[in-house]
DNA sequence: GTATATGTAGACCGATCACCATACAAGAGT
DNA sequence: ACTCTTGTATGGTGATCGGTCTACATATAC
C-alpha cells in the first residue's frame, strides 16, 4: 500500500507536466509513459478508462493545487488588491522560470473538449468556479461583498488571457496588465 | 487561375473551422482533407512544407479577419466604450453561434507551439499584437493617448480569457465580465 | 501453504498519423 | 504540335496513436 499509489502519482504529475506544455492531443501515452517510468499495464490499471481517465484526474488535482496556492497568496496579504498582485506575479514567475511553456492545466485540456464527451469540460468548469470562489471569498474579507463574485470570475479571466499572451510574447508583461486591469476594477 | 486559389481557399477555410473546435493536434489532415474536399495531392502542393505551414497560412488569415472586424465594430462607434462594448458583444455571439465551439484561432495553435519550432509562436505574436495596436488607435482616437497601448493590451487580454472561461461554462456571461473590466480601466 | 488482491510488464492490435511518390489533366508560350 | 508550368488525383510509406491482451511478480489473508 505504498508504491502503489506512486505509480499513479507520478502518471498524473507526468501527465500534467506535459499537459501544460503541449496540449491534451499533442502529448502521446507513450510520452507520459516514458517520462513517468511506469509500463503501460500500470497505467491501464490505474486509468481503466484510459487518457480521458487520466486526464481528468489530472485537471482535478491541478485545480487544487492551483486553488492552494491563491489562496495563500491572498491569505498572506493585509489587502485585496495586495493579494491580487501577490498572486498575478507568483502564476507569472512560475510561468517564466518554465520558459513560458508550461500554461494554465485547465485550458490544455479544455480545447479539444468539443470533439468528445463533455466530461473534461464539466470537470474544467469546476475547477475554473473554485479558482473564482476562492478569490471572491477573499474579496469578501476585505470589504468588498457586492462586487465579490465579479472580482473572482474578473481575475480569472485576466489570468487565463495573461497565459495566453505570456507565452505569445515571451514576456511576463501581459500579467502585469491583468493585475491592472482587476485592480481597477476595485477602484471604479 | 482561378480554380486554383479557391482549393487552397477552402483548405485553410476548414483548417481554421477544425483547428477552432479542436485544436491543431486534435485535428488531422485527413480530416480537413476530407471536410475542404481537396485530394492529398493538392494540399502538398499549396503547402510544401505541410500541416506546420497550413496552420502558419490560417493562423494569418484568420488574424486579418479578426483585425478586420474589431476595426469594423469600433469605426461605428462614436466612444471608445461603445466601441469596446460593440467588439465584445458582436464576439462572444459569434461564440455562441457556434455552440462555444470555435474559439480563438491563434490560442487554439499557439498551444502546442513548445514542442514545434516557433514560427507559428511568432505568427502569434504577431498577429495578437496587430489586434492590440488596432484597439489602441481607437483608444487615441478618442482621447486615450496615454492608456493606448495598455488598453489594447487589456482588452485582447481580456478576451482572450473570456473565451476560455466561456467554452468552460458554455455562456456569454464572461465576455460581459470582459468589457466591465476593460471600461473600469477607461474609467479609473 | 495456498488462495486472492494488487500491481507490474510488455507484446500486440487495428486505426490513424503526417508525408511522399507517381501519374495525369489542362492551359500557356513558342 | 511542342514542352512547361500549374495543379489535380490517388495509393502507399513507416511511424505512432490509444487501447487490449495475457503472463507474471508481490504481498496480504486465511
Known amino acids: 500500500m ?3 499509489e506512486k505509480t499513479k502519482t ?5 501527465a500534467l507536466k506535459l499537459f501544460r506544455r503541449q496540449g491534451y492531443d499533442g502529448t502521446g501515452l507513450t ?9 503501460k499495464g500500470s497505467f491501464y490499471y490505474h486509468f481503466p478508462k484510459g487518457k ?5 484526474e489530472t485537471i482535478r488535482r491541478a485545480g487544487a493545487n492551483v486553488a492552494t496556492l491563491i489562496d495563500s497568496c491572498f491569505s498572506g496579504c ?3 488588491e495586495k493579494g491580487v498582485l501577490t498572486a498575478s506575479s507568483t502564476i507569472a514567475t512560475w510561468f ?14 479544455l480545447l479539444r473538449t468539443m470533439s468528445s464527451s463533455d466530461t473534461l469540460r ?10 473564482c470562489d476562492v478569490i471572491a471569498k477573499h474579496a469578501r474579507r476585505h470589504g468588498f461583498e457586492s462586487q465579490s ?14 497565459w495566453v499572451l505570456s507565452r505569445a510574447t515571451q514576456s511576463i508583461k501581459p500579467f502585469e496588465v491583468a493585475t491592472a486591469m482587476v485592480l481597477a476594477m476595485v477602484r471604479k
Do not use: H
Open 149 to 162: 463574485t465579479e472580482l473572482g470570475e474578473a481575475m480569472i479571466l485576466a489570468i487565463e488571457g495573461a
Open 52 to 56: 480521458e481517465q487520466l486526464a481528468d
Open 78 to 80: 493585509d489587502s485585496f
Open 31 to 39: 510520452q507520459i509513459l516514458n517520462d513517468s517510468g511506469a509500463p
Open 122 to 131: 464539466k470537470s474544467s468548469e469546476l475547477v475554473l468556479k473554485n479558482w
Open 96 to 109: 517564466k522560470k518554465s520558459g513560458y511553456a508550461e500554461g494554465c492545466p485547465v485550458s490544455s485540456i
Open 10 to 14: 507520478r502518471l498524473i504529475d507526468s
Open 2 to 4: 505504498e508504491v502503489q
